[in-house]
């Protein structure tokens, strides 16, 4: 069957195959995004700051039930940009066992952010795997409407 797709065909194929997922994602982080803005809020105690750099790491815990959970996460973004802060401005913003407002998913408490509607690039991402995505349906579904579009920019390269 692939032996029988156009070079055209093929590239949409990849072009599928690797934005689809990141599309999912990013899609799926945008609605945590907003839907945390109106989460639960509880004292959470930062446990853990460590690397600061290139890549620092944070653990908080929370209590939610009695029970006490444990999350890394900032944010819902694609990117590691909550994570790699500026040194300066991680050590300033979270120190161990800082007090901090956590926010919660009420259905699962399991799934907590510190830093509610942070959205850090995602509507950006959303915009290019899109593009990426109808491009990839273009090449792989209508590849001869793909080269009437695109023909001419094909032609210069």
């Given at each position: 069957?692939l032996?029988?797709?156009?070079?055209?065909?093929?590239?949409g194929?990849?072009?599928l195959?690797?934005?689809t997922?990141?599309?999912?994602?990013?899609?799926?982080?945008l609605?945590?995004t907003?839907?945390?803005?109106?989460?639960t809020k509880v004292?959470?105690t930062?446990?853990?700051t460590s690397g600061f750099?290139?890549?620092?790491?944070?653990?908080?815990?929370y209590t939610?039930n009695?029970?006490?959970?444990?999350?890394?996460?900032i944010?819902?973004t694609?990117?590691n940009?909550?994570?790699?802060?500026s040194?300066?401005?991680?050590?300033?913003?979270?120190?161990?066992?800082?007090?901090?407002?956590?926010?919660y998913?009420p259905?699962?408490p399991?799934?907590?952010?510190?830093e509610?509607?942070?959205?850090?690039?995602l509507?950006?991402?959303?915009?290019?795997l899109?593009?990426l995505f109808?491009?990839g349906?273009l090449a792989v579904?209508?590849?001869?409407?793909?080269?009437?579009?695109?023909g001419s920019?094909?032609?210069?390269i």
């Amino acid at each position: 069957m692939l032996t029988s797709l156009t070079q055209i065909q093929i590239s949409g194929l990849v072009a599928l195959v690797v934005s689809t997922p990141f599309l999912i994602k990013s899609v799926r982080n945008l609605y945590l995004t907003s839907a945390s803005k109106h989460w639960t809020k509880v004292s959470g105690t930062i446990k853990e700051t460590s690397g600061f750099g290139l890549k620092n790491r944070l653990l908080y815990e929370y209590t939610v039930n009695r029970n006490t959970y444990k999350s890394h996460k900032i944010c819902f973004t694609n990117s590691n940009s909550a994570k790699n802060q500026s040194a300066s401005v991680f050590e300033k913003k979270y120190a161990q066992n800082q007090i901090v407002d956590v926010y919660y998913k009420p259905r699962n408490p399991k799934i907590a952010v510190l830093e509610p509607g942070r959205k850090d690039g995602l509507l950006l991402a959303i915009i290019i795997l899109s593009i990426l995505f109808v491009f990839g349906c273009l090449a792989v579904f209508d590849p001869g409407f793909f080269l009437q579009l695109f023909g001419s920019y094909f032609q210069i390269i």
